[in-house]
């Protein structure tokens, strides 16, 4: 284990760069959370966003240039999750960053969760558009969006989408009620396929590099 970050106060949402040699992040600075960059062959951080408002969540673009996150659009600027286990319902737009030159774009209204496929030029997030909260998929612009995922009850949340590496399919995580699944999705077919089902709350699932795996948090062992 190696710690990688050292600034005052929580740390969160780590993401690394496509080529591994950077690490996006957050921290709260003034009582708002924002996007810092550290690289690590040196040690050299650097501060993202400066606004008075939450940015959270930074995923990379597959050619490094570009970070996607979310940032607050409610009054107040803080973005709170929904439940203890995390997921956000309401209260964020997904933008883009262009690490170059600094410019800051809005891809898509009253959405969460972005990521990029690792191919292909499309962003998956979740979004609440038809009803319930469901996995969307759209162009790398945010442009053209498609629902990805259904479920048999409105009640039902999905949340947290991750693209496998060949971009064929989304893990992510459906609650009902106290359950927390991890589930995966056909991208084309829209197939489901369970990867959980137990009494554990399970979430956060992240793909393994050869796409034969999921990783998962769970307390199904305790804390």
């Not at 659009?73 to 262009?98: F, M, R, T, V």
């Not at 969760?113 to 790398?140: K, Q």
């Amino acid at each position: 284990l190696r710690q990688l970050t050292f600034t005052e106060g929580i740390e969160e949402w780590p993401a690394w760069s496509p080529d591994a040699t950077r690490l996006a992040y957050v921290a709260e600075v003034a009582g708002f959370r924002q996007l810092f960059l550290r690289t690590l062959a040196d040690g050299t951080e650097r501060r993202l966003t400066n606004e008075r408002r939450d940015d959270i969540q930074p995923a990379w673009s597959p050619d490094g240039h570009r970070i996607a996150f979310v940032r607050a659009n409610i009054a107040g600027g803080k973005l709170e999750p929904n439940d203890i286990n995390g997921w956000y319902q309401e209260g964020g737009d997904i933008w883009s960053l262009e690490l170059g030159t600094g410019r800051e774009t809005r891809l898509v209204e009253d959405a969460v969760s972005p990521t990029y496929s690792p191919i292909g030029g499309r962003l998956a997030f979740e979004a609440s558009w038809g009803g319930a909260r469901r996995i969307w998929v759209a162009d790398s612009t945010g442009r053209n969006p498609r629902q990805i995922t259904t479920d048999s009850s409105e009640a039902v949340v999905h949340t947290a989408p991750r693209w496998s590496p060949d971009a064929s399919k989304l893990a992510f995580r459906r609650i009902e009620s106290i359950k927390s699944d991890i589930m995966a999705v056909d991208v084309v077919s829209q197939t489901l396929s369970r990867v959980t089902d137990d009494n554990a709350i399970n979430m956060d699932p992240v793909w393994a590099p050869d796409g034969r795996h999921i990783a998962f948090i769970s307390d199904r062992t305790g804390r």
